[in-house]
């Protein structure tokens, strides 16, 4: 993946995708800047609890609800780990 491209990318297929609101939008932003910050690994290995933050989210049901939203709508790949002191796997797909 072209490392400076993923945002341009995203941006132009959310501009026809009226299911994308402005949470997914910081979700995603947030995700390419963890990658970034930690050397462009695939895939970013998080939690929940250190992208919330950057993507001010307060909720867990929200960040949830949209990360599924953005690997249901083919965005990332998400696989969760459920557990409490495993990361989950998220691919960057654009």
Same mark, same amino acid.
């Given at each position: 993946?072209? &490392?400076?491209?993923?945002?341009?990318?995203?941006?132009?297929?959310?501009?026809?995708? +009226?299911?994308? #609101?402005?949470? &997914?939008?910081?979700?995603?932003?947030?995700?390419?800047?963890?990658?970034?910050?930690?050397?462009?690994?695939? +895939?970013?290995?998080?939690?929940?609890?250190?992208?919330? +933050?950057?993507?001010?989210?307060?909720a867990?049901?929200?960040?949830?609800? #949209?990360?599924?939203?953005? &690997?249901?709508?083919?965005?990332?790949?998400?696989? +969760?780990?459920?557990?409490?002191?495993?990361r989950?796997?998220?691919?960057?797909?654009?």
């Amino acid at each position: 993946m072209d &490392h400076a491209s993923p945002l341009s990318v995203f941006f132009d297929a959310v501009r026809k995708d +009226p299911r994308i #609101c402005v949470t &997914h939008i910081g979700l995603f932003a947030t995700l390419v800047a963890y990658w970034q910050a930690n050397g462009y690994p695939s +895939p970013i290995y998080a939690y929940a609890r250190e992208i919330m +933050p950057m993507a001010k989210i307060l909720a867990n049901t929200t960040y949830h609800r #949209c990360i599924r939203d953005l &690997h249901d709508f083919g965005y990332i790949l998400y696989e +969760p780990s459920y557990k409490r002191n495993e990361r989950s796997k998220i691919f960057l797909k654009v």
